[in-house]
């Protein structure tokens, strides 16, 4: 992509009504522009972060064997009448009456939708497991949106549900849940740690909290310091293995991490006290095991081998899509703006001219960027007349992990500079060499 023909509308002053960090610098980057309150337009950069993190959240959901669907905005009120959250969902739900006079709902959620597409189909154990997810957009009326797309009105998220024969099985889906999480997040340059949640009216322990540690997060967490040294790395998993799955249940959680709904100051106390921490996090998604709830209230059942009709035993399993933008920011930024992990990136790197319009250094940014281009890399060409301070502060801005810069000083001497957006660290080389630089860099990611 080339600046001069891209919609970028990179705003100078600071939005006197954004709070944090954030939300400054994703409405100042040209990434969303509110239409109401709680309710945002994605503008082409911020779309470009979304999309990639969608990508993520799919492929590590259907290496865990999960299969993608995708489901309504707009469901009808009569399915939570029979789950009996039409009425106990309160203020938050959007209700809405068609022009004959039908209640619908623009959905929060979706446990009684397909709850409802299993019972349509799904008769016997045979069919067992199953887990449906889709990712889309979900509307909760919240008294006091705030902070940009972290609490917002309308947001996307990533609902998943697996129905099972019996609990073991339904508990193993949750620790499959659990696993392709703590990927997904680091693919997104996260450390999102699981922590001990509320489970509501339906109690049990069997709800986690993922949650990434910053200042401006709305959760205050306790936890043992010794967690935030676990990370999940790489490492192959046999999603079918339940024992390994539980393995990496019991690696993640068996250490103190709570929220203040669940905070036991006598267990925390157990510490040893230099490793005690006390923070505020960001929610990012959150895994659920609750049994026969809804197969229950909807009659979803299924036929065991020995010809009983029982009801399946379900969980529901949520990441926040959009909020993770803003969590991203919140955990990669300096004062000159956004510092995108390569995993969600919207252009693997900035090509600066600093001199547009001489041939030479025009020819070479063109060539950069016919090479990356070639490589299937996406490169973002500032090749605007601009001066360089200029180009560099949009850069800065808008976060892209790297930046070739090119300019006649150093074509003279046949280099042009590679520069981190994390480290500010600049390396003079020749253009190929950065391209293949760049690929090195992308190759793992
Ligand atoms: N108002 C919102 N704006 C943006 N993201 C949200 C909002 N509410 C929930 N989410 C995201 O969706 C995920 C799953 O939702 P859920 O756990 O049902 O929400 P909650 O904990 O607020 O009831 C949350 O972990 C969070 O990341
Ligand atoms: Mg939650």
Redesign the pocket.
């Known amino acids: 992509m080339r600046l001069s023909r891209y919609f970028l509308p990179v705003l100078k002053e600071t939005p006197a009504d954004a709070q944090i960090v954030s939300h400054r610098y994703m409405l100042r980057a040209g990434m969303i522009k509110q239409a109401s309150a709680g309710i945002y337009s994605w503008l082409p950069l911020g779309y470009k972060v979304l999309k990639k993190i969608e990508n993520i959240v799919h492929e590590e959901q259907q290496k865990a064997g999960h299969i993608p669907m995708l489901m309504p905005t707009l469901q009808s009120a009569d399915l939570w009448r029979e789950s009996g959250r039409y009425d106990d969902y309160g203020q938050e739900m959007l209700r809405i009456t068609d022009r004959h006079d039908r209640d619908m709902l623009y959905g929060p ?1 979706n446990e009684e939708l397909i709850t409802d597409i299993f019972r349509s189909y799904v008769r016997s154990y045979k069919d067992l497991p199953l887990t449906l997810y889709h990712i889309q957009w979900k509307f ?1 009326d ?1 008294i006091r949106p705030r902070f940009g ?5 309308e ?1 996307l ?1 990533k609902d998943g549900y697996n129905f099972d024969l019996t609990k073991e099985e339904a508990l193993h889906a949750y620790n499959r849940h659990l696993v392709s999480y703590l990927r997904s997040y680091e693919r997104m340059g996260l450390q999102a740690i699981p922590m001990r949640a509320d489970g509501g009216p339906i109690g049990g322990d069997y709800t986690h ?1 993922f949650l990434v540690l910053a200042e401006t997060g709305e959760s205050e967490v306790f936890y043992d310091s010794e967690i935030t040294d676990l990370t999940f790395g790489d490492r192959a998993v046999d999603f079918d293995n339940v024992a390994e799955c539980q393995a990496v249940l019991e690696e993640f959680t068996s250490r103190y991490a709570r929220t203040d709904e669940t905070h036991d100051e006598a267990l925390f106390n157990e510490i040893p006290e230099e490793r005690r921490r006390t923070a505020r996090g960001i ?4 895994i659920f095991y609750f049994g026969t709830k809804y197969s229950e209230a909807m009659g979803a059942n299924v036929q065991t081998a020995d010809g009983q009709q029982v009801p399946v035993h379900m969980g529901s399993h ?3 899509v ?2 993770l933008l803003g969590a991203i920011i919140e955990a990669s930024h300096d004062d000159k703006g956004i510092i995108w992990p390569e995993g969600v990136t919207p252009f693997h790197v900035g090509i600066v001219n600093l001199r547009q319009g001489d041939a030479e250094t025009d020819a070479a940014c063109q060539a950069i960027y016919d090479s990356l281009t070639a490589l299937g890399l996406e490169p973002l060409y500032d090749d605007r007349d601009e001066r360089a301070g200029g180009k560099f502060a949009t850069m800065d801005l808008i976060g892209l992990p790297w930046r070739i810069t090119v300019g006649p000083r150093g074509l003279k001497n046949g280099v042009v500079e590679l520069t981190s957006r994390r480290t500010g660290e600049s390396e003079e080389m020749p253009a190929e060499d950065a391209v293949k630089r760049i690929v090195a860099i992308y190759e793992n990611v």
């Open positions: 959620t909760r919240e797309v972290m609490r917002g009105r947001f998220m909290e929610e990012v998604g959150q949520g990441i926040g959009s909020r």
